[in-house]
T-cell receptor, first 111, second 114 residues
């Protein structure tokens, strides 16, 4: 079946640098995409979302880019901080309330 | 405001025993979701409810799993009998109709079946 997947399982980034986390999706019917952050021992936490009628959306220190042509989603974190160390999941949604989560990328911030 | 509450946080049981996981969604949220997370399979949706009614249980792995939502503020996920392969972290999440995709997750229950 169609699913959401991530390109890289791990990412190591120097504190203060920008981080880019990538995600590929295969369900062309998906029209809503969300990024979640999961810290160790906690449940996933909503970061930012984007609808398919947009190609970019910015939040506080985070930007999500959507390229529907190649079915690619990315999360950019500006000035990465130690508190950004976590597993990041992209999720896609069609016309119901079910989310399909990707495998996750582990981000480690080096001091 | 209190977030999604789950209990117990940790559960260790022996194969064959019944396990009941509990969830209290955020007040006012009309959608409730049960997920299972493992290293091998990632985060999987098991079942979700809308206004206490099960909408989609296609992710429930076997008849050993059952979920109920007797009222808007409480849900249970039961495994009977439990097996070692059920060991995982089980999350409950809730959301509002108008906020499709914005799900608020609880802290999870780590289940170990020996």
């Amino acid at each position: 079946g169609e699913s959401v997947g991530l390109h890289l399982p791990t990412l190591s980034v120097q504190e203060g640098d920008n981080s880019i986390i990538n995600c590929a999706y295969s369900n062309s019917a998906s029209d809503y995409f969300i990024w979640y952050k999961q810290e160790s021992g906690k449940g996933p936490q909503f970061i930012i979302d984007i609808r398919s009628n947009m190609d970019k959306r910015q939040g506080q220190r985070v930007t999500v880019l959507l390229n529907k042509t190649v079915k690619h989603l990315s999360l950019q974190i500006a000035a990465t901080q130690p508190g950004d160390s976590a597993v990041y999941f992209c999720a896609e949604n069609g016309n119901d309330y079910k989310l399909s989560f990707g495998a996750g990328t582990t981000v480690t911030v080096r001091a | 405001d209190a977030g999604v509450i789950q209990s117990p946080r940790h559960e260790v049981t022996e194969m064959g025993q019944e396990v009941t996981l509990r969830c209290k969604p955020i007040s006012g949220h009309d959608y409730l979701f049960w997920y299972r997370q493992t290293m091998m399979r990632g985060l999987e949706l098991l079942i979700y409810f809308n206004n206490n009614v099960p909408i989609d249980d296609s992710g429930m792995p076997e008849d050993r799993f059952s979920a109920k939502m007797p009222n808007a503020s409480f849900s249970t996920l039961k495994i009977q009998p439990s097996e070692p392969r059920d060991s995982a972290v089980y999350f409950c999440a809730s959301s509002l109709t108008k906020s499709r995709g914005t799900q608020y997750f609880g802290p999870g229950t780590r289940l170990t079946v020996l």
